[in-house]
């Protein structure tokens, strides 16, 4: 079993928020690949379901994003899972708007729901990084994270989120390369 945390502050207010891409993808697999129904558990919202011939638990931690570690460290501990069992989605400011990169461990690059994260289970745990640009200045990166994607975003917005979906199953079988390679040719095809 997998455990995959999309991270994100619950409420309406925030739903389109830059910050809560983790939850978007959760929302888009969940869907797209015919998982159970919400539960409200660990300190967040789970659903349950298969990506190929993988189980995997989706977890929508609803401690707010500085407290992320917590929801997902239960979920750890509940199931006997590791952190090579983890993989969290969450914006990066770093990369340019709508790509992806994957990587185990690394820095934390200011992001509170990945600091909480490494403060209950450490570092090494997988990443999957979902561009949101970095706004030019640093007193603009507060309001850009917890702006709102644009009207003009929408559609870069809705294909990511359908490539990240469709390609799972590479994420699923660990091949994290062709998981980032397909999702890249889908966004040139477009």
């Known amino acids: 079993m997998q455990i995959w945390t999309g991270l994100g502050n619950p409420g309406p ?3 389109l928020h830059r910050h809560n891409i983790g939850f978007m993808v959760c929302d888009v697999i969940a869907e797209m690949h015919g998982f159970g129904p919400v539960q409200k558990k660990f300190s967040g919202w789970v659903q349950e379901g298969r990506i190929g011939t993988e189980k995997v638990l989706l977890l ?8 992320s570690g917590r929801s997902v460290g239960e979920a750890l501990r509940f199931y006997k899972l590791g952190v090579e069992d983890l993989t969290v989605f969450h914006d990066e400011l770093d990369l340019a708007p709508f790509k992806i990169k994957v990587r185990r461990g690394g820095g934390l690059a200011g ?12 570092p090494d745990f997988r990443r999957v990084r979902i561009g949101i640009g970095h706004p030019g200045s640093k007193d603009r990166v507060t309001g850009h994270v917890l702006g709102n994607y644009a009207k003009a975003e ?3 917005l809705t294909d990511m989120l359908g490539a990240i979906s469709a390609e799972a199953d590479w994420l699923a079988k660990g091949d994290d390369a062709r998981f980032m390679s397909e999702i890249a ?6």
């Open 185 to 190: 040719l889908r966004q040139q095809a477009d």
């Open 154 to 156: 929408m559609d870069d």
């Open 60 to 67: 929508k931690p609803a401690t707010y994003m500085n407290e």
């Open 13 to 15: 207010k925030y739903a």
């Open 111 to 122: 992001h509170n729901g990945l600091r909480s994260i490494n403060q209950h289970l450490g």
